[in-house]
């Protein structure tokens, strides 16, 4: 198990280019999520999936932004038309509840990390 | 709504004393989780310990350790015989248990520096 892997790690992009993340969770972790994360500021939440269901999305989730994850395992997260504002650190995580009591919380397993920078 | 505040922007430890790191929470949810997460400047998330709303016990993890009062609603981190590589951004964290969202919700972080 190599834990969460996120590619790339670095991506700089014009204006208004489309860009793609790849996310691959730890194997047999159905429940997997992105997040952003600005500088000085702690991760907010984006959207998550359990298996291939997209069961949350925030509200600071724009139309440009799209999430899948087509056959639960790896996700991508695309934004479209990127904008300067867009530029932080996309953080993606994945838990599974197995192993433990059903209602228990469960710790998330976090990747690297994207660094997106539009210039 | 859940929410989770972090009031140290910033903090100084010397090496091998102990620190704590204040975190409170707010939520209407009987059944949450507490987390704490520490971000190196490599920018890695990496999970600490973990409290549960019915844990009747503080949780601890080698030099960590987590003060929580339920009924002020925080949930502290201490660690003991401070390190410099603890030297690092640390989060805390909550995710509600019953409410129907699965979503982890973050504080603003405190970044902590050891001294030598």
């Known amino acids: 198990d190599t834990g969460v892997s996120q590619d790339p790690r670095h991506k700089i992009t014009k204006r208004g280019q489309n860009v793609t993340f790849r996310c691959d969770p730890i194997s047999e972790h159905n429940r997997l999520y992105w997040y952003r994360q600005t500088l000085g500021q702690g991760p907010e939440f984006l959207t998550y999936?359990?298996?291939?269901?997209?069961?949350?999305k925030s509200r600071l989730l724009s139309d440009r932004f799209s999430a899948e994850r087509p056959k639960g395992s790896f996700s991508t997260l695309e934004i479209q038309r990127t904008e300067q504002g867009d530029s932080a650190m996309y953080l993606c995580?994945?838990?599974?509840?197995?192993?433990?009591?059903?209602?228990?919380?469960?710790?998330?397993?976090f990747g690297q990390g994207t660094r997106l920078t539009v210039v | 709504a859940q929410k989770i505040t972090q009031t140290q922007p910033g903090m100084f430890v010397q090496e091998k004393e102990a620190v704590t790191l204040d975190c409170t929470y707010d939520?209407?949810?009987?059944?949450?989780?507490l987390f704490w997460y520490k971000q190196p400047s490599s920018g890695e998330m990496i999970f600490l310990i973990y409290q549960g709303s019915y844990d009747q016990q503080n949780a601890t993890e080698g030099r960590y350790s987590l003060n929580f009062q339920k009924a002020r609603k925080s949930a502290n981190l201490v660690i003991s015989a401070s390190q410099l590589g603890d030297s690092a951004m640390y989060f805390c964290a909550m995710r509600e248990g019953s409410s129907g969202t699965y979503k982890y919700i973050f504080g603003t972080g405190t970044r902590l520096k050891v001294l030598a």
């Open positions: 939520t209407s949810d009987p059944s949450y989780g």
């Open positions: 999936f359990q298996n291939e269901a997209q069961l949350e």
């Open positions: 995580a994945s838990s599974s509840l197995k192993g433990r009591k059903l209602g228990m919380n469960t710790e998330a397993f």
